[in-house]
Structures are given as C-alpha cells and as structure tokens.
C-alpha cells in the first residue's frame, strides 16, 4: 500500500508560482506518478505524468508553464507552476500507480486569485 500526502497548496495571485510536493510512504523508484486536479464543478483531470525513466506528459493547457518531476531519493513528486491562472484553481492531487492499483492523496488546494 502507498500513502501520498500533498503540500504545497495555498492562494496565489495571477502570474504567481507555487511549488506542490507529494510524498510517498514507500519507494517510488519504479514507479509512474502523476498530478491531477479537479476545480469547482468539473471532473477531475489530468495535469502531468512522469514515468519511472522521467518521461513526462502534460495537459495542453499547462503546457510550457508547469512542470512535474520527481526525486526517488526523497520518495517525492514535485509540480511547479509557473504563471498560474485563476482557471488553475483546484484541488491537485497526486497519483501514483503501484502493482496495477490507483493511490491518491488527499489533495491540496490551489486558489489563484487576486
């Protein structure tokens, strides 16, 4: 079993950055991970993905301003975002895929507002 438990989250003005971290209970060497996000009255998505040989994926809409990466040493996952915009606000949650199963954290909020 993974335990996740995200931090990071927090109010940030348009065009502001915020750093998110997940951290895992257990190894996540071999593991593919992922950051998701659901705002207010939509159905979760997809934000980013990173395998266990660092090849990432992104949501066009996120494209270019955040960017997912991940420390096995430390067992974390990390998503910076850069220029965030109020469509960026959410609940984000980390993901991680362990022996077929789907483990989620209990997410984190981010609100862009000025």
């Known amino acids: 079993q993974v335990q996740l438990v995200e931090s990071g989250g927090g109010l940030v003005q348009p065009g502001g950055s915020l750093r998110l971290s997940c951290a895992a209970s257990?190894?996540?060497?071999?593991?593919?991970t992922g950051w998701y996000r659901q705002g207010p009255g939509k159905q979760r998505e997809l934000v980013a993905t990173?395998?266990?040989?660092?090849?990432?994926n992104y949501a066009d809409s996120v494209k270019g301003r955040f960017t997912i990466s991940r420390d096995n040493a430390k067992n974390t996952v990390y998503l910076q975002m850069n220029s965030l915009k109020p469509e960026d606000a959410a609940v984000y949650y980390c993901?991680?895929?362990?022996?077929?199963?789907?483990?989620w954290g209990q997410g984190t909020q981010v609100t862009v507002s000025s």
């Open positions: 993901n991680m895929i362990k022996y077929g199963l789907n483990y």
């Open positions: 257990g190894s996540i060497f071999r593991l593919a």
């Open positions: 990173i395998t266990s040989g660092g090849d990432t």
